[in-house]
């Protein structure tokens, strides 16, 4: 429990760093996974689970759906932009503060990930999911890679960075959680569900090393300590992992797990 707050406290003090960084990316890994819905979403009431700063929300908007709920364990994700997006509570994945049948859709990008047992996150979103509705989920594959994760950690190892109990925990945890076929499907039977899984690659050709320093910059597990750095030596450490990195990187092509099922 005490990591499930470490979590959220760190999702909180990054907030609008997102959106400056990763935003771009999981924006359109949000459209990818909403794409993929069994069932249309036009005029659907949907609930997005671990929101953040609601890239789910305005992809399923954007694919027609007729008013959206937020849920996340941090306040301070749900609260960037707050007056520019539907309704939203602060609550747990695996307890969610909503009736049963409450939503005609619900979904979930990169969040479940972070639980301990996944199952039991899709097991509330059929809960809160009519029957018939369409339950969607991202997380990240196993072959998810980049070089820019080493250059950046590298480089803020270099100014006295620890990755917090928290992140040590659900890094470890990935190797046992929702990062393969094997635990998609393993999840989606535990929660009751005839799921499809499968493994997306979604290229970013438009990104450029000074991009995917951001990106990585903005994560949770980092930005909070960013934060604390006076301006010139943010820029220092953006510059350094650039250096590291190289100017000409390989392109990013994000691998991820998506779980789509219709609520029985
Ligand atoms: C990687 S971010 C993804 C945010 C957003 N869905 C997106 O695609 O940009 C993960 C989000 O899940 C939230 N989260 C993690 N564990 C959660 C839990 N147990 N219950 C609710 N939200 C959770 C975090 O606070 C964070 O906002």
């Given at each position: 429990?005490?990591l ?5 406290a ?24 909403v ?5 249309p979403?036009?005029g ?6 671990g ?12 694919a ?18 707050a007056?520019?997006?539907p ?37 509330e979103?059929?809960r809160?999911?009519?029957r ?12 998810d ?24 925990t659900m890094r ?7 990062a ?13 569900l005839?799921a ?9 050709p438009?990104?450029d ?9 903005g994560l ?26 190289g100017?000409r ?7 991820i ?8």
């Amino acid at each position: 429990m005490a990591l499930t707050g470490d979590l959220a406290a760190a999702y909180s003090a990054t907030g609008g760093a997102w959106q400056q960084g990763p935003g771009r990316i999981y924006d359109r890994l949000a459209q990818v996974l909403v794409a993929g819905s069994p069932v249309p979403l036009e005029g659907a009431r949907v609930l997005d689970v671990g929101a953040g700063t609601g890239a789910a929300t305005r992809a399923v908007l954007a694919a027609g759906a007729g008013a959206v709920v937020a849920v996340d364990a941090a306040f301070g994700m749900l609260a960037h932009h707050a007056a520019d997006r539907p309704p939203a509570a602060a609550g747990d994945a695996v307890a969610l503060p909503f009736a049963d049948d409450a939503f005609d859709a619900a979904v979930a990008a990169f969040s479940l990930n972070h639980l301990p047992g996944p199952a039991a996150g899709l097991r509330e979103m059929a809960r809160v999911t009519r029957r018939g509705g369409a339950l969607l989920v991202a997380s990240y594959a196993a072959d998810d890679a980049h070089p820019v994760k080493a250059a950046v950690e590298a480089a803020l190892s270099a100014r006295g960075w620890t990755p917090d109990p928290w992140y040590v925990t659900m890094r470890a945890g990935a190797t046992a959680g929702l990062a393969t076929m094997e635990h998609g499907n393993a999840a989606a039977a535990a929660a009751g569900l005839d799921a499809s899984v499968e493994v997306v690659h979604v290229p970013f050709p438009d990104l450029d090393a000074h991009d995917l320093v951001e990106w990585r910059l903005g994560l949770a597990q980092h930005a909070p300590f960013v934060a604390r750095l006076p301006p010139a030596e943010r820029d220092a450490l953006a510059a350094d992992a650039v250096r590291r990195l190289g100017d000409r990187p390989p392109p990013l092509i994000r691998s991820i797990l998506v779980v789509t099922a219709v609520s029985p």
